[in-house]
């Protein structure tokens, strides 16, 4: 395997591990009222991490036999046209998302204040109450992961450009699987460090943690209109080298 391959997959995991599932509800439960209960949030990075997992393999499954009936038919032009077009409007999705002005950055955090304040409590704050709470089962916890694994899966770009990554590569689906454990074990590694931090520090850190929490999620999708930018701009030059 070569570092042509690791790097960009290692960053994407990075930013993967930023998400709302991967860093932002675990900080909800470090941070929630009375004791401490490290084993919850064991058992909810453990379940987003197989959750991905499973579904890397059944999205690499599927890509490796389409990309294997392409390569039969020898003719990858269409699909190329096809990525061309793609990227293009990936790359003019995020300038038109993206509000460059301060002011048009202003206008759409207040918003999305606005729309928070309207629709009440979400699906996931009640899920999360309920999973902090002492008294409710294990179970919550376990739900409360899978539904915001599911939730976030069809948005989670870095991740299913990693797929990406990992169809074109040259390894065997068997060496894909073991890629895709280290990509899903380096997507939870950040929250894991400070669960660790917040077991060894306990009150001391906990300030600095409600400042990460507020951060993340005030900002929690700023990245993305960049990300589909950079995305958008390597499937348009790819492309563009394959087809001239």
């Avoid at 790097?7 to 591990?17: C, E, F, H, M, Q």
């Avoid at 797929?163 to 454990?181: P, Q, W």
């Avoid at 700023?222 to 563009?240: E, K, N, Q, R």
Wanted: aromatic content about 6%.
């Amino acid at each position: 395997m070569n570092v042509e391959l690791l790097v960009p997959l290692a960053s994407l995991a990075l930013l993967d591990s930023t998400s709302f599932g991967t860093l932002l509800i675990p900080l909800w439960l470090m941070l929630a009222p009375g004791r401490l209960r490290p084993g919850r949030i064991l058992l909810f990075l453990g379940t987003v991490a197989a959750f991905y997992l499973l579904l890397g393999i059944a999205l690499l499954l599927g890509a490796s036999m389409l990309f294997d009936t392409l390569q039969e038919v020898d003719n990858a032009q269409p699909l190329r046209i096809a990525q061309l077009v793609v990227g293009i409007g990936l790359a003019t999705l995020s300038v038109l998302k993206k509000p460059w002005p301060k002011a048009g950055k202003e206008r759409q955090v207040a918003r999305r204040a606005e729309k928070l304040a309207g629709i009440g409590p979400s699906l996931l704050m009640r899920m999360r109450g309920h999973a902090t709470d002492p008294s409710a089962p294990v179970s919550a916890v376990f739900l409360l992961a899978l539904t915001a694994a599911g939730i976030e899966a069809a948005s989670m770009i870095p991740y299913l450009a990693a797929i990406g990554f990992l169809t074109a590569s040259e390894l065997s689906m068997t060496g894909r699987s073991v890629v895709l454990f280290g990509y899903c074990l380096l997507m939870i590694v950040p929250a894991l460090a400070l669960l660790a931090a917040r077991l060894l520090l306990h009150d001391y850190i906990s300030p600095r943690l409600k400042k990460l929490q507020v951060s993340l999620s005030r900002n929690a999708s700023g990245a993305i209109p960049w990300l589909i930018f950079v995305v958008g701009l390597y499937m348009v030059g790819d492309s563009l080298n394959a087809l001239l």
